[in-house]
């Protein structure tokens, strides 16, 4: 059986996250109505700022898929896992587009962690 090129997954990984991007900036309403209801709804910016994130770290991630960019992702993803579970703390109203802001990202960065791994077998 033949092992995964770590590369080829990264860009892998770099090609989800334009399909979130593209989600988060053109349909952000959307997205947070299918997680919140009609309850709960953060500011549209505040998605497209997110998806804008997102789509810089695909960039990067197609330019690079190197570990050292997959390992940056990485950082950023647990910041923002971090950044939304003290969201989700601060403002109750919109504790579920936080937690799943949050729950989206650290799927990310344990995608990025297991690319990184293989790459180093």
């Known amino acids: 059986m033949t092992t995964p090129d770590p590369q080829r997954l990264g860009r892998l990984l770099a090609g989800a996250h334009l399909g979130q991007a593209a989600v988060l900036l053109a349909q952000p309403q959307s997205v947070l109505r299918a997680i919140t209801g009609d309850h709960g709804t953060p500011p549209s910016w505040i998605v ?51 937690l799943a802001s949050a729950g989206s990202a650290t799927a990310s960065a344990l995608a990025g962690a297991l690319i990184v791994r293989q790459g180093r077998r």
């Open 48 to 98: 497209r700022v997110l998806g804008a994130r997102i789509l810089l770290q695909a960039g990067l991630e197609t330019a690079s898929p190197s570990s050292t960019i997959l390992r940056l992702g990485i950082a950023v993803d647990l910041t923002h896992v971090a950044s939304m579970l003290a969201a989700a703390r601060i403002w109750p109203r919109y504790r579920r587009a936080a």
